[in-house]
């Protein structure tokens, strides 16, 4: 019991990293991560709501009824990105600012709903609060990771310490928009590749399996012919959870 | 600023300088992945334009009237659960008496609900401290810039499909680096508009 418990706290970190293999949370990803410190701050709050959502909604598992589950879990959800709003506001004012308008986006971020919908709703409280804690520190690694490669690129500096500013010339195009695109394109690569030599599947598009709204999408998929074996091969990555 | 060119101001900002998907990173969800074939990227940007204008015709009058100034903290959980009976709506409205449109764009509605994009516009209305007039048309900026982009990257896409991409980059990060390349032109935007 213990080494399962412990097997669904690790495998957010590496296997199932919500970011590169579950491929959930890219606009945050994509967004904060111009300084390594913003990526940390992001990554700190939306693990502490992933956690705290999971425990909630797994103790209410039996009372929430199926239909309304999802007004459910977002309502419990804004809760607590309403509560982490107000703290951050008002213990780290300078984290606030840089993450602007993504600190109440949390409250759609697909990891989130996703581990709600997929994980928490369906087992008891432990697993569901170190299935949150295990997704909550892959989401924060690999944002603190693309934060680092973009900070020390753009701006030459880690953590905010001049690290290669004063030798190389920093290149800015790392902390826009394109810089961000391109960083965690190749990260998606990198990622891909270690998978490939394990012989796992490779992450081809999104996870539609792992999305809370996937039932629709993959109606929406077939119906437009687009993409039915990715979304197979997203169920081979991310769902096999439950 | 008088109003004629502040308005044209917010449009080109929404549209090109400040577009949802490409500079501000909202969206990215759907920007990935519907946006393999035009048709599809088009109805998707017309659902989500839609509910945009929408939620903030909506959102902007409960935070004005009835949140502020005591109720702000609650401006996140009233605005998503807005946002999701308002999709409902829409979707029981079309389904019942627009059906054409219902069978266009009737699928990805419940996609929106989640979309960081429509609740980041009706945040970022509020934040910018714009009035209910000009919220409406920084909305409709907002979808005619994620239109744009969708429109733009599905178009590259379908060139992606018959390139010769090295093996490592097939699939997603080949798309992500397209995507790179398509925010790298948008770049030189920046300034239009202030």
Redesign the interface.
């Known amino acids: 019991m213990k080494s399962k418990n412990m097997s669904i706290f690790s495998n957010g970190i590496i296997k199932e990293n919500p970011v590169l293999r579950l491929?959930l949370g890219?606009?945050?990803t994509?967004?904060v991560t111009t300084a390594a410190i913003n990526g940390v701050g992001m990554g700190v709050a939306a693990t502490i709501v992933l956690v705290c959502s999971n425990l909630v909604i797994s103790l209410l598992r039996n009372f929430i009824p199926d239909k309304v589950r999802?007004?459910a879990f977002?309502?419990v959800i804004?809760?607590f990105?309403?509560v982490v709003?107000?703290l951050v506001k008002a213990f780290t004012p300078s984290l606030d600012e840089a993450l602007?308008?993504f600190l109440?986006?949390i409250?759609?971020?697909?990891i989130i709903?996703a581990r709600a919908e997929m994980f928490a709703s369906k087992n008891p409280v432990l697993p569901s609060v170190l299935d949150g804690l295990g997704m909550g520190i892959g989401f924060t690694a690999t944002l603190t990771l693309m934060g680092m490669i973009r900070e020390l690129l753009g701006a030459g500096t880690l953590f905010g310490f001049t690290v290669t500013a004063n030798t190389i010339d920093p290149m800015i195009?790392f902390l826009?928009?394109?810089?961000?695109?391109?960083v965690?394109?190749?990260l998606?690569?990198v990622s891909?590749?270690i998978s490939k030599r394990q012989g796992k599947p490779?992450?081809?598009?999104?996870g539609?399996a792992s999305?809370?709204?996937h039932s629709?999408?993959k109606?929406?998929v077939l119906?437009?012919n687009?993409?039915p074996t990715d979304c197979q091969n997203a169920e081979k990555v991310g769902g096999n959870n439950e | 600023m008088n109003s004629t060119t502040s308005i044209v101001a917010i449009l080109l900002a929404g549209i090109l300088t400040n577009n949802m998907v490409l500079s501000r990173f909202m969206g990215i969800c759907p920007f990935l992945g519907v946006s393999k074939k035009v048709n599809t990227a088009f109805s998707m940007s017309i659902a989500v334009t839609l509910v945009m204008v929408i939620a903030t015709a909506a959102t902007w009058p409960i935070y004005t009237y009835l949140l502020y100034p005591n109720y702000t903290y609650l401006q996140t959980v009233v605005f998503i659960l807005v946002i999701a009976a308002i999709v409902q709506l829409i979707e029981i409205v079309l389904k019942k008496y627009i059906k054409p449109i219902y069978n266009a764009l009737g699928i990805y509605l419940p996609l929106i609900t989640t979309n960081c994009a429509v609740l980041g516009i009706t945040t970022i209305n509020i934040d910018d401290g714009l009035g209910f007039g000009l919220s409406l048309i920084n909305a409709l900026a907002a979808g005619i810039g994620f239109l744009l982009a969708m429109i733009l990257f599905a178009g590259v896409r379908s060139k992606l499909d018959t390139a010769d991409v090295p093996e490592f980059l097939k699939g997603l990060p080949i798309t992500l680096i397209a995507a790179a390349i398509v925010a790298l032109s948008f770049l030189g935007f920046a300034g239009i508009g202030g």
């Open positions: 491929m890219t606009c945050p994509l967004a999802i007004p977002i309502t804004a809760g990105v309403s709003q107000m602007g308008v109440p986006l409250v759609v971020n697909c709903l195009i826009l928009p394109p810089g961000g695109f391109f965690f394109g190749v998606v690569a891909n590749a490779v992450v081809e598009h999104l539609c999305c809370p709204m629709a999408c109606n929406a119906d437009s687009e993409i």
